[in-house]
């Protein structure tokens, strides 16, 4: 099963990117939290999934247990993280459901599935145990960066084992304790797609490079998102049309692991709360979906003003309410400061040095390697594109960002096509976001043109 | 903060549903231009650079600055030297800004007002673009230009060369490009010949104001001008273009704040380094003949190359693209020096012809990578 005879590691220099180094990263200590209270799914995360509620509100799930399947697809399950009493459901638009909150019961009951013996073990067989079971939303695919279509063949999966964003957290540390459960998990994808199963791992993750030497790695090296699993299969293999690839976080892979192990469902995440306003980032551990309270509640945050809670990491996550519940694929709960405020002259070059840039508009570059104070200010206002080559100055594959990016606001699918838009997800588009100095919304444009291309062509 | 309170206070009638809220892009550019707005980022990244559009322009500015000073300094130094009575150089200084200020008042005036005008009507922010071209159309025309001619240009740019194509980062052409190529066909007389470029030369008898490639195209010898007179900027010219001197400082703080593309200004020195060494080697006229170091320094080319070939919206956008770009422009202007003696000056129209060929040279680049992407497949089934 494992690929000992074609051992091999491959390294991989990423040049483009930027790392960007801001105050308040965690610090290597895990904290165990108890249950908590409420546990939510956030819909917003299973994106194009049409949910179909298989409980109603004040029913009583176990943990394992579903709680809705896909209208798409009813073999795709989504179970609970905790044992309890579905509380509510929150809906928004058009009675879109937004959260289904669960209140734990504080017994954490599981639903006991028997152990699988991956020797014995099928694709279809493994397949339809994960599905079943409610692992399967772990596994997403590109292009579209949405679930995996649990019908088509992938050529292969990938799983990067960094974090090379902002604030991102350390995986090695993470799962030093349950790197035999991560294994496990590893040869359960390998089971889904034989020999093709490729882990990106950092040049100085020593712990992953010894642990991981039977498996297919590649050593990559340079600023983010040299961590992005979608940089990570561009240069390993890039998506042509027609091919779909499969994705992994890390913590996932445990839980499925787990799963493989066990026959239980153990949705454990390990948090970074991390941020210039948190004055003593570290490690929680606890489940995914778990009330933010429980974890903010456990750190010292700056008072004084408004702050903005994020799920994921400052450029690619998406903003949550102090109120809000852990997203369902994150590993970081990043807190800023909300920038409202007026910069009087603000914009003359050389005045305003504290806020860092890809140009040398100011003095902050002196001291890129001190860790910066940033906030959500957007730094200037909304114009039509102008520069160019700073995109392409951020963006790490053979694909033309701005070109793309047009083609996505024209709506052009034949153009989109051949301009690479399956190698791309929207996480990747985050540092363009981020220096774009006619603060152009791309990760947004980037969306919004891959839905157009899935409601067009599936 | 006082002043914060009494733009909130006058920021009302502006606001959504008020009297005024037609008026909001002039009131908001006058606003952003105190402060930099309090607004936060909505979706996507929620932290984003220090960089905007303004602090772009500005720094296109700071850079232009040099230039314009020597400028006004030169603009003063060959009226006065031509009167051959004894000046210093703040009398230079005096009679120089005495000419250029107006023009750069008028440039100023009539083009943010088309600005202003074209924003309220489409309801969008005033883009700070106009801040660079309306400093740059006045440093690109020869002195003596009448201040009408000056606002009826820039009227043409704003209007027909940029408003026309749906504004800001639409535009095929350079919009001061634009203005300076309006000029030199609508009133030529004041645009081009031997008595336009020294401030008053028709006045003076017996002074000629030619530029030096004025008078290799017609044939004579520039030897009154030593290189470092070339270099330094003390010879005619359009008003900012003379000091290649200037002009290099200014490339220096495009390059280094990353604000001007390095590639195209390399690769349009390395174009006209190379078209103007294989004239020298031919050597059939005055033009041909002139060292090929001394084409880079002369006219507006290091100007041009500098400052418009680089303009990011009417230049090439992708990085190969921006070679092949600056080579070409670099190329053309030579060869428009050498072979059309009508136009001694190409570094404009090398410009201006480039502009329009830029979606197309970026269109093989992508062209290139679709190729590149297609070829993948092909392979894949192969092994497959």
Known sequence: MRRVELFMT??????KGLSINIKGSAIKKIEKIPLAKSYALNLQDFHLVMPKLTKKVDDFVKRGESLFYSKTNEELVFV?????????????????????????????DFVK?????????????????LLSCGLWPFIKQRPFDIIADPNLNPKSIHVSCFDSAPLGVDFEFILKDNIDVFKIGLDALEILCPNNVNLGIKKCQSFFSEELSNYNTTVFDGPHPSGNVGVQIHHINPINSGEVVWVVKPEDVVTIGNFVKNGEYIPERTVAISGPPVENPMYLKTRLGVELKSLTKKVKLSKGYSLRFINGDVLSGHKVSPDGFLGYYNNNVSVLKEGNEYKLFGWIPFINNKVPSIYKTSFSWLTNSKAKEYDTNLNGEERAFVATGEMESVFPMDVFPMQLIKECLIGDIEKM????????SPEDFGLIDYSSSSKIEAQTIIRDGLDYLYKETQ | MKIRKTLDNLKKPFEKGQKLEKLYPAFDAFETFLFVPNHTSKTGAHIRDAIDLKRVMITVIIALLPALFYGIYNTGYQYLIQTSEAFTTLDAIIHGSYKIIPMIAVSYIVGLSLEFLFAILRGHQVNEGYLVTGLLIPMIMPVDIPLWMVGASVAFAVVIGKEAFGGTGMNILNPALTARAFAFFAYPTYMSGNQVWVSEASNVDGVSGETILGMLAAGNSPEQFGIMEMFIGSIPGSIAETSTLMVLIGAFILIYTGVGSWRIMLGGVIGAAITGYLFNLWGANALMSFNWMSHLIVGGFAFGIVFMATDPVSAAQTMKGKWIYGILVGVLCILIRVFNPAYPEGVMLAILLMNV???????YVLESNIKKREQRVKNQLKTA
């Open chain 1, 113 to 129: 599935n028997k152990p699988i013996n991956l020797k014995k073990s099928s694709a279809e067989g493994l397949k339809s145990k």
């Open chain 1, 10 to 15: 491959k390294d991989i220099r990423i040049r």
């Open chain 1, 80 to 108: 609970s993280p905790v044992s309890g009493k579905i509380r509510d459901t929150i809906r928004g638009d058009r009675r879109k459901i937004l959260n289904i909150i669960i209140e734990s019961d504080g017994k954490d």
């Open chain 2, 357 to 363: 060929f830029a979606p197309t040279i970026d269109h």
């Open chain 1, 417 to 424: 096509e051949k301009l690479g838009i399956y190698e791309v």
